[in-house]
Structure formats: structure tokens, C-alpha cells
């Protein structure tokens, strides 16, 4: 990792990612979209169109936030020398990273989109199983609610906690 900047505007995306209010935006949108996703493996248009508001809504909000204290060059300048060196950003933080890469990867965004759906499905099903069995079946979809469940039980404003 290059530079004292880099490690400042990744340090702040760090601390964005876990604020409780952009978390709610990802957790809002995840809650209007979720149906489209039907769980077969077929990608539809429909399915392109979500993940593109997606990105739009993820990168605004971070963009926005970066803008106030950091050119568009020290940005450029981070976004390169983090496609060139993840594997030092994963050492600092590996959940950031991997939710940065949910963020613009088709793939992983239709997983973590249809986790959610499986899980919006289950908790929209009665519970014949009894609540035991139930929440084991829950428990096996730790999707962006749990982080988001986790994230509201903290200190909003202690984002110590989610450094390394």
C-alpha cells in the first residue's frame, strides 16, 4: 500500500461501510429488490438493471463521503493502488474488502441478494418445524441483515471495533 493517503481514504471507507446509516441504505435496497430474484441460476436483464442501481446507490454514498476530504486524483490514485495491492487491504481488513467486492462483482451480489431472499422467504413461512429448528435454518444465511442486526446493537459511533 502506497502512500499516506491510501491508507487514510481506505481507513474512511472502512469506517463508512459500517456506519449505521449507509447500512440502512443497503439493507433498504436489498428489501425493494429481493423478490426480483427468483433463485434459478438464469440471469435475467431485470436482474443487470438491480445491481446496477446498486452500485449507483453504494458508489454515490461512499463518493459523496470521500469528496469532502479528498481530491478526485488521491481517489484515482487509492482505487488503483488497491486493485494492484487487495491483498495488503485484506491484511488490514478483509470484511471491508470482500464488501467492496460485493459491491461491484455480478456474482457476489446475486448471492448475497438471494441469501436474503432465502431468508425473507423463511421468515415469511410459518414455522412447522418448531422455533429451534427454525433458527438453525436461519442461522445458515448470515447475510447483510445480521451485519446490519450487529451493527445497530453497537456503538454507532465506535468504528474502533471494526478495524484491525
Same mark, same amino acid.
Given at each position: 500500500m502506497e502512500? @499516506? =493517503? &491510501?491508507a487514510k481514504i481506505f481507513e474512511a471507507i472502512c469506517h463508512l461501510v459500517v456506519k449505521a446509516d449507509f447500512l440502512t441504505k443497503q439493507n433498504d435496497f436489498f428489501k425493494e429488490n429481493y423478490t426480483t430474484f427468483d433463485g434459478e441460476e438464469e440471469n435475467k436483464l431485470e436482474h443487470t438493471e438491480v445491481f446496477n442501481k446498486y452500485i449507483a446507490l453504494m458508489d454515490t454514498d461512499i463518493d459523496q463521503k470521500l469528496n469532502v476530504d479528498y481530491s478526485e486524483d %488521491? %481517489? $484515482?490514485a487509492f482505487l488503483l493502488d488497491f486493485k494492484d495491492n487487495?491483498?495488503?487491504? $485484506?491484511? #488490514? &481488513? $478483509?470484511?471491508?474488502?470482500? %464488501?467492496?467486492?460485493?459491491?461491484? @462483482?455480478?456474482?457476489?451480489f446475486k448471492l448475497? #441478494? =438471494?441469501?436474503? $431472499?432465502?431468508?425473507m422467504d423463511m421468515m415469511q413461512k410459518p414455522n412447522t418445524a418448531g422455533d429451534e429448528a427454525f433458527l438453525a435454518e436461519l442461522k445458515k444465511y448470515p447475510g447483510d441483515d445480521d451485519l446490519f442486526k450487529m451493527v445497530m446493537a453497537e456503538d454507532v459511533n465506535d468504528t474502533k471495533i471494526w478495524m484491525k
Amino acid at each position: 500500500m502506497e502512500g @499516506d =493517503s &491510501n491508507a487514510k481514504i481506505f481507513e474512511a471507507i472502512c469506517h463508512l461501510v459500517v456506519k449505521a446509516d449507509f447500512l440502512t441504505k443497503q439493507n433498504d435496497f436489498f428489501k425493494e429488490n429481493y423478490t426480483t430474484f427468483d433463485g434459478e441460476e438464469e440471469n435475467k436483464l431485470e436482474h443487470t438493471e438491480v445491481f446496477n442501481k446498486y452500485i449507483a446507490l453504494m458508489d454515490t454514498d461512499i463518493d459523496q463521503k470521500l469528496n469532502v476530504d479528498y481530491s478526485e486524483d %488521491q %481517489q $484515482k490514485a487509492f482505487l488503483l493502488d488497491f486493485k494492484d495491492n487487495t491483498a495488503k487491504y $485484506k491484511e #488490514i &481488513n $478483509k470484511p471491508v474488502v470482500d %464488501q467492496l467486492f460485493g459491491f461491484v @462483482d455480478f456474482s457476489e451480489f446475486k448471492l448475497r #441478494i =438471494s441469501e436474503y $431472499k432465502k431468508m425473507m422467504d423463511m421468515m415469511q413461512k410459518p414455522n412447522t418445524a418448531g422455533d429451534e429448528a427454525f433458527l438453525a435454518e436461519l442461522k445458515k444465511y448470515p447475510g447483510d441483515d445480521d451485519l446490519f442486526k450487529m451493527v445497530m446493537a453497537e456503538d454507532v459511533n465506535d468504528t474502533k471495533i471494526w478495524m484491525k
